[in-house]
């Protein structure tokens, strides 16, 4: 029932940025949590970052603190993902998840996944 759909992924170059979105929808949205995650190939799925839906609350990987921005626009249903800076090692599929429970960085916790979008940074 519930739909997520990610976009803006794309080639960049290091240290430049991206703005992933991810459009969801729902008859009745019961998501508490929204989160991104990436996996690259031969990789296991990585938390990014993620976003109480209704609360401000956010956490974040070690490895994006300070250069990824996670977002939410209600109305729109909305999730975004502002990266800057970005790293050789940032290059992977970048999926955007929901959750109907609290705050968490596990995969396992969330309920919906989007399709993914390819993230690519070259030097």
């Known amino acids: 029932q519930v739909h997520l759909v990610e976009s803006g992924g794309g080639l960049v170059q290091a240290g430049g940025s991206l703005r992933l979105s991810c459009a969801h929808s729902?008859?009745?949205?019961?998501?508490?949590?929204m989160g991104w995650f990436r996996q690259a190939p031969g990789k296991e799925r990585e938390f990014v970052a993620a976003?109480?839906?209704?609360?401000?609350?956010?956490v974040y990987a070690d490895s994006v603190k300070g250069r990824f921005t996670i977002s939410r626009d209600n109305p729109k249903n909305t999730l975004y993902l502002q990266m800057n800076a970005l790293k050789i090692g940032d290059k992977a599929v970048y999926y955007c998840?929901?959750?109907?429970?609290?705050?968490?960085?596990?995969?396992?916790?969330?309920?919906?996944w989007g399709q993914g979008t390819q993230v690519t940074v070259s030097s």
């Open positions: 729902g008859r009745r949205f019961s998501t508490t949590t």
């Open positions: 976003i109480s839906w209704i609360l401000d609350n956010t």
């Open positions: 998840a929901a959750s109907r429970v609290a705050l968490n960085i596990v995969a396992t916790g969330y309920n919906y």
